[in-house]
């Protein structure tokens, strides 16, 4: 059983004794054991991911209000009141959408928050706005890391392709082919984002990239302290 199985069965489980004849609590020792290595971020992945739809709801509803608050500027700049007011109705059906969430939304912002960091220090150290274009456009950074840090982290969590419900292949005329929309990967690649550049959409799919191989390696090493149980 991969870990992540185990995980959600420990998530499930109404009762976490941990003695002979109940082991559903080491998946959620070992997670926060692994965790010592890799901040809080590992756990928090499995725990989000796996927490169900009302995370993922709440990561898209975080992802639209950037979106949201960016037409809102524009309409503000133009004078649209009609479109400000559009905006503004927007932003309160969100802020209700995030206030309902209940519990797991904690975890849920505590993993944004630092994730908004991890994703803020590589745009810095990999020069996402190149060191020539900074006196011009550098004041812009800050809002472009926080975009491309939600939009990854909504599409990870979600990116079960849905052409073929993450099953990788189709049915053709006498077997199986690979899935045509995600190549038989079964996640949905990063195409077009609304409000983002061609150039933040290619960093964004990066960072989906990352969000996954951060998965890996954690529960590679939350696995191995299972097993060594
Ligand atoms: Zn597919």
Not at 21 to 47: M, W, Y
Not at 178 to 203: F, K, N
Request: proline share 2%.
């Amino acid at each position: 059983m991969a870990f992540a199985d185990k995980y959600i069965g420990a998530l499930a489980a109404s009762n976490l004794l941990d003695d002979g004849r109940h082991h559903q609590a080491g998946p959620l020792k070992a997670a926060a054991l692994a965790d010592r290595s890799t901040r809080n971020l590992g756990a928090l992945l499995h725990r989000v991911k796996y927490g169900g739809t009302v995370i993922q709801k709440l990561a898209k509803a975080v992802a639209e209000r950037a979106r949201v608050e960016k037409t809102l500027a524009d309409a503000v700049r133009k004078k649209d009141e009609q479109k400000q007011a559009d905006c503004r109705q927007a932003l309160e059906a969100n802020d209700a959408a995030c206030a309902t969430a209940g519990s797991e939304a904690a975890a849920f912002r505590a993993l944004l928050v630092d994730w908004c960091e991890i994703v803020a220090k590589k745009g810095r150290d990999r020069n996402w706005i190149k060191p020539a274009d900074w006196p011009k456009i550098g004041h812009l950074a800050p809002a472009m890391y926080r975009r491309v840090a939600e939009h990854s982290l909504a599409h990870y969590l979600d990116d079960v392709c849905k052409t073929c419900s993450g099953t990788g292949s189709m049915e053709g005329r006498a077997t199986l082919r690979a899935c045509s929309a995600c190549s038989g990967s079964r996640r949905a690649a990063v195409t077009s984002i609304a409000g983002l550049s061609d150039y933040e959409v290619r960093l964004v799919g990066q960072m989906v990239d990352e969000l996954h191989a951060l998965e890996m390696s954690h529960a590679g090493l939350a696995g191995a302290l299972l097993r060594r149980d």
